[in-house]
Nanobody, 119 residues
């Protein structure tokens, strides 16, 4: 069983950047993903990276966010640039066997880190 811990959230102005990290207590499973959830909304898939390095992003963040992973250090990173107020949410990392941005497919989750973007 792997434990995940996110860090790097905070408050920034629109147009700014944040770098989120997800540290695993052991090995990641095949895929590592970032999700986000704003108050009153469903959890949304943001980005995913497979063990082979392939990536996928939800359309609203494509070109602004970059997901990466370090399998030696057991860390996954979400670099977020050109942030907008619509990116405000709690961000979670998760790891699992499926290369899909479907939260129902992921068993292991961190506690999340809050990202707030002001206009």
């Amino acid at each position: 069983q792997v434990q995940l811990a996110e860090s790097g959230g905070g408050s920034v102005q629109s147009g700014g950047s944040l770098r989120l990290s997800c540290a695993a207590s052991g090995l990641f499973y095949s895929n590592v993903a970032w999700f986000r959830q704003a108050p009153g909304q469903e959890r949304e898939g943001v980005a995913i990276i497979g063990g082979d390095g392939r990536t996928n992003y939800t359309e609203s963040v494509r070109g602004r966010f970059t997901i990466s992973r370090d399998n030696i250090k057991h860390i996954a990173v979400l670099q977020m640039d050109r942030l907008t107020p619509q990116d405000t949410a709690r961000y979670y990392c998760a790891t699992g066997w499926h290369f899909e941005l479907d939260p129902g497919l992921f068993r292991y989750w961190g506690q999340g880190t809050q990202v707030t973007v002001s206009s």
